[in-house]
């Protein structure tokens, strides 16, 4: 995979301090303290309704906190400019839709649209870009299908490649795996690592899946109604006293005989 234009920026840091979220009068997230590794994957994890999307939406500067702060690169990110946070960090929220008719190549040069102003229209980079996208993404062969004819892993690999062509080094992903069955889901999360290791990108993924993440994770951020109750390696987070704490969810926890990350088998009422 080519290297990319990025390598050149400096490190991303992204964290929160004391957030406050909430919808309406609901509060879902209260004095939230998270600093974002930079460089690794990071999946945030936990039962349905604990806040890891409304984590996420912050962190992306889409849902405007009660009180704290998310900060990029040293700024409070709700006081910099869109184009300026579009162009270090990337979101793909859950199930994007795209117009009726819309190409893939259309839609991956969405991505471009940070580094354009209206004295800088589409060039020759952006060109590059979009095709390097395409080809880091495996979708070169498709650019000119429309979305809508593509199987659900190719449509979710073009959207990958639309924040891939955003040029940022920052990629928050809301459970980029929902509605694929196995072997797409797979295929999903294989691309996220390589984006990670071939390109240095730092990743924050929303997943349900516990194997997957413990997989797929450098670090693992385990939240539970609305709080971070602990954070660290796969290793190091996952026993089955956490698994039954967090999810109400009795299991044995080995080690994967595939990659030696924690395995998390549940025990149903039935099988005791």
Known sequence: MPAPAQDALPAPDLRANGLKLAYDDRVVVEDLDLVVPSGQISVIIGANACGKSTLLRALARLLPPRS????????SIHSMPTRQVAQRLGILPQSPVAPEGLTVTDLVGQGRSPHQTWWRQWSSGDENAVTEAL??????????????????????????????????????LDEPTTFL??????????????????EGRTIVMVLHDLNQACRYADHIIVMKS?????????????????????????CQVTPDPVSGTPLVIPIGRHHR
């Open 181 to 198: 069955d196995l072997a797409h889901q797979i295929d999903v999360l294989d691309l996220v690592v390589d984006l990670n290791r071939h």
């Open 68 to 75: 704290g702060a998310v900060h990029l690169d040293g700024r």
């Open 226 to 250: 609305g709080a971070i109750v602990t954070q660290g390696s796969p290793a190091d987070v996952i026993d089955a006293e956490l698994v039954e704490d967090v999810f109400g969810m009795r």
């Open 135 to 172: 080809r880091a993404t495996g979708m070169l062969e498709h650019a000119d299908r429309p979305i809508d004819e593509l199987s659900g892993g190719q449509r979710q690999r073009a959207w990958i490649a639309m924040a891939v062509a955003q040029g940022t080094p920052i990629l928050l």
